[in-house]
């Protein structure tokens, strides 16, 4: 016997629970291994609402989001991971527990995809598809406090469901995928897409098999007639309810807002289309389209998998699309790599006989089709900042692109390459088929290792969200007050500084309320608005009372400073009553850091006897190339200047304070160098039309 022989042999005598086990703890491990990587959350404001969700459920019993009652977000994901909320205090160890859930829960995944792929396919390929369901680039979701964690797997169990209707159509099976389709709706309402794939199956199924229409509905009575009913009964109480229908979309339900064309629709279906095609590996793909090319297979198990994926995936990825064309403008790879395990058990199939058809045509067809689609892909337009979180299969591009190839010249390269991917796969032995998935497990170790680790990857993004919102102990604020305090923020409105927000609600559990200053959009959760009335701050003509306030670094309070995050500028005070800001800043834009359109700055400052003002500067290396001067002066006189190194992160000017005379009040001018205009100095990339100066980042007085 030889050696090769001995060892398939010993692999097969191993039962394919302990496999399919084995599969599932090693994704676990590995997930909670680069899940740890994450170091804060990064994809805002979404993983805060969740996260937000989770820590309501498990204190109270009840979803809100800063004390207001939510009903709009999909409530099976906050449920799965608030447990960790509730076991834990420290919200980095919080943190962590999450993390933990999303690796064991998609990891999962690996289950359902098992049985799919077993309805077609020998045990030994079924196992094969797990593997890889579980080794796709978007299982980095794990580290992100996202409902792909719970989605993943619930839309693998319900095409499973579906598969198992299709094939045996008894009351239980139609019952049961329909209360699976429920389930995904209140997990993501996106699942909406679920409800035509699954009407429509059936019908496809019975022209694919060449029955008539009575015959067809027949056997699904029960799932069409409790789809109608339940649909007429969810449309009367919505009604009731003086409820609009676009009100069943929850907080999607802005989607219903714009102005949606044909051309835009099919212009996004062509680039999601393509991205997708790209997303798997080509290949898979390729056979995904073979057989939909071929779906009149002996095997009823093949001919059920084959609708099911067919009705299934156009749905999705058209309902995907219609969004991206007018909502976001980018390609939403996370919305549509649930259906990659249809994709990979097609693949398979290639190696298991007569699972896919052995006439050329069709593959042919699917090969040249899945070869040329991606040349489709405008990268110059999409390959950017969002795809870091929205479309991992561009990154690996993106990183090409940084070694000095345009993207007019990388368009052909990538067209190269999935032409290749379609010629292996038209061209290679049917005897090496096994080599397919090989390589299409390979892309996908690589491709994650560039969406992980890569210049642009998601660990660079975590990293920059932690930076941008806190440069010291996460959960600072608890342990400055206590978790069980109760922390206002009362925020500037500056964008620039919106991660200080984020950051310090999400790793403190004493974080409370958001008073809002300015008029910024960026936040999307719950704010009071509040007003400045002389030096109080008021929200509906009252003025407002606080015990703990976090305040950013243009903004300061009388009360006594206890904690502060020097870099950010975020200090927190102990005020015991009314608030009343000591200080007044013009000069900037609004909502901004960057001084404009006139060179002056001025700062005030109440309860003012002497004393010095550090003031925390930057500038812009894509707009200045030398230093920028800022030059201060007190009471009329010259009190410091400071020059501001293009490339570097901040530069401190301290100013000596002095109250003008008979006051308690001391005044700061700041006179910045030259003001420059991005238009001007970017005319093809910038859109940015004003005069800046300088960024003031913050303001520290010391008396």
């Avoid at 999409?382 to 007019?408: E, K, M, R």
């Avoid at 996460?474 to 919106?498: E, T």
């Avoid at 400052?605 to 707009?623: F, I, P």
Wanted: aromatic fraction near 10%; hydrophobic fraction near 50%.
């Amino acid at each position: 016997m030889s050696v090769v022989t001995a060892v398939r042999a010993r692999a097969s005598a191993v039962p394919a629970w302990a496999w399919l086990t084995g599969i599932v703890v090693v994704s676990i491990v590995v997930r909670i291994a680069l899940a740890h990587r994450m170091v804060a959350p990064w994809i805002m404001s979404d993983e805060l609402i969740y996260s937000e969700l989770a820590k309501s459920l498990a204190a109270t019993g009840h979803f809100s989001l800063r004390g207001v009652p939510s009903n709009g977000y999909g409530f099976v994901y906050p449920a799965v991971i608030a447990p960790a909320w509730r076991l834990f205090t420290a919200m980095p160890t919080v943190y962590t527990a999450a993390k933990v859930i999303n690796s064991v829960v998609m990891s999962l995944t690996a289950v359902p995809a098992y049985f799919l792929a077993r309805r077609v396919l020998r045990p030994a390929l079924a196992l094969a598809a797990a593997a890889l369901s579980v080794a796709i680039p978007s299982m980095l979701f794990t580290g992100m406090l996202m409902t792909e964690n719970v989605f993943y797997p619930l839309f693998v169990v319900v095409a499973l469901a579906l598969v198992m209707t299709l094939e045996r159509p008894t009351p239980l099976r139609q019952i049961l995928l329909l209360a699976l389709c429920g389930l995904a709706y209140v997990t993501r309402a996106q699942a909406v897409a679920l409800v035509p794939a699954v009407a429509i199956a059936p019908i496809v199924l019975g022209i694919v098999e060449r029955r008539g229409v009575r015959g067809v509905l027949r056997p699904f009575a029960t799932l069409y007639g409790i789809f109608a009913g339940g649909v007429v009964l969810v449309l009367l109480d919505t009604i009731a309810r003086g409820r609009s229908i676009y009100s069943l979309l929850g907080a999607y339900r802005a989607a219903t807002t714009s102005s949606y064309t044909a051309s835009g629709i099919l212009r996004y279906l062509l680039y999601h289309v393509a991205e997708l095609d790209l997303a798997v590996g080509v290949i898979p793909f390729a056979a995904l389209l073979a057989l939909w090319l071929a779906p009149r297979s002996p095997a009823p198990a093949v001919r059920a998998f084959t609708v099911a994926s067919l009705a299934i995936v156009p749905w999705l990825v058209l309902e995907v699309a219609a969004f991206a064309s007018e909502q976001s403008g980018r390609i939403e790879e996370r919305n549509m790599f649930y259906v990659t395990p249809l994709a990979l058990i097609a693949l398979l199939g290639l190696a298991e006989n007569g699972a896919i058809t052995r006439n050329r045509r069709p593959l042919v067809v699917a090969a040249a089709i899945a070869g040329v689609l991606p040349v489709f892909i405008p990268l110059a337009r999409f390959v950017g900042p969002s795809a870091t979180s929205d479309t991992f299969a561009l990154l690996p591009w993106w990183w090409v692109q940084d070694q000095g190839i345009h993207f007019d010249t990388l368009r052909w390269v990538v067209l190269l390459v999935a032409l290749a991917g379609g010629a292996i796969f038209l061209f290679l032995p049917r005897r090496l088929a096994l080599v397919l998935p090989a390589l299409v497990g390979a892309y996908f170790v690589a491709t994650s290792f560039v969406v992980e680790n890569g210049r642009h990857g998601i660990h660079h993004a975590t990293l920059n969200s932690i930076f941008a919102g806190i440069d010291v102990r996460p959960d600072w604020i608890d342990h400055a007050v206590g978790s069980n305090a109760k922390v206002d923020y009362l925020w500037s409105g500056n964008n620039n500084l919106v991660y200080t927000v984020w950051e310090n609600e999400f790793f403190n559990r004493s974080f409370d309320l958001v008073y809002n200053l300015g008029s910024s959009g960026s936040d999307v959760l719950p704010e009071i608005p509040v007003a400045r009335r002389g030096n109080d701050v008021v929200a509906d003509g009252r003025v407002v009372h606080a015990t703990y306030v976090l305040a950013d670094g243009t903004t300061e309070l009388r009360g006594k400073v206890i904690a502060q995050d020097k870099r950010p500028g975020v200090r927190l005070y102990r005020i015991d009553g009314p608030l009343v800001l000591l200080t007044h800043v013009t000069g900037l834009y609004a909502n901004d850091t960057w001084s404009g359109p006139t060179r002056n700055v001025s700062y005030q400052r109440l309860d003012c006897t002497g004393g010095k003002l550090a003031v925390s500067l930057s500038t812009d290396a894509n707009l200045y190339t030398s230093d920028q001067t800022v030059t201060a002066y007190v009471n009329g006189k010259r009190a410091g200047e400071a020059k501001i190194p293009p490339d570097a992160p901040s530069t401190n000017l301290t100013v000596p304070l002095h109250p003008s005379p008979g006051t308690h009040t001391c005044l700061v001018r700041f006179e910045t160098g030259p003001l420059l205009n991005p238009v001007h100095v970017h005319p093809k990339t910038s859109t940015d039309n004003r005069l800046l100066g300088a960024h003031f980042l913050s303001f520290t007085y010391t008396p």
